[in-house]
């Protein structure tokens, strides 16, 4: 009896301290899907997307690249740190430009810094992938481009229309991850790049907690599908699937982490 309530202690504690949302290593620019090239603005914000909320600190990425025709340009020197603005707090995030060069795929990549989340003691690395098309000529959308966790997508990530399904495969070293459990989360707040901050206004209202952050699980050989109901920025993050399981003598879940754009048919 005594277990239990100590348990029963435990959880509520850690459901006050960490309510039900995901953390998201989010790579935002305004449209994934472009009709020319053109001089792009990004932004690295490690945070709660659907609620609007808890804004992380990041520090320094460890990498931060592009991928175009088989070709990787390290970007890490043009990031600029700024501070986003979340509906509680603000945090601390980076921001850049990219000028978009020739037709095809863009696959930003970014490796941040592990991340300490005091509240339970482990530090999490959320390896993130956001791609970015020019004229619809598609060449490295579906390139798995080899980092630690990976999701590969199955499906155009930036040519979706809303209820399309969104695939994808999760990797870990290499490898697919059978039965990887993957959060789902939708961007709630419009991101409002001239401000740094999210916009108050919420989209939808989730009945409950469960639709905030979805939890859904790949197939036996690590493949997802997803229908994705509404327009907007979607992000899939696979938990704990890297090679790397601690960092600094702790825990360390190395997630990976994709985003994708769905647009209404109108
Ligand atoms: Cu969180």
Redesign the pocket.
Known sequence: MKKVIVVLAGWMLLALT??A???FQMIYTPDMALEKTKTIDLKLVFT?PFEA??T?DMGKPEQYFVVCKGKKTDLLPTLKPITWTSLTNSGLAYETTFKLRGMGDNVFCLVPSPYY?KEEDCYIQQITKMIVNTVGFPTDWDAEIGLPAEIVPLDKPYALWTGNVFRGIVKGDGKSVPFAEIEVEYINHQPLSDKNAFATKAEVKAPQDAFVTMTIKANENGEFAFGIPKAGWWGFCALGVGPAKEHNGKEMSQDAVIWVQARDMK
Do not use: F, L, N, V
Request: glycine share 10%.
């Open positions: 960490e309510p949302m995901a953390h709660h909320g808890h992380m989340e």
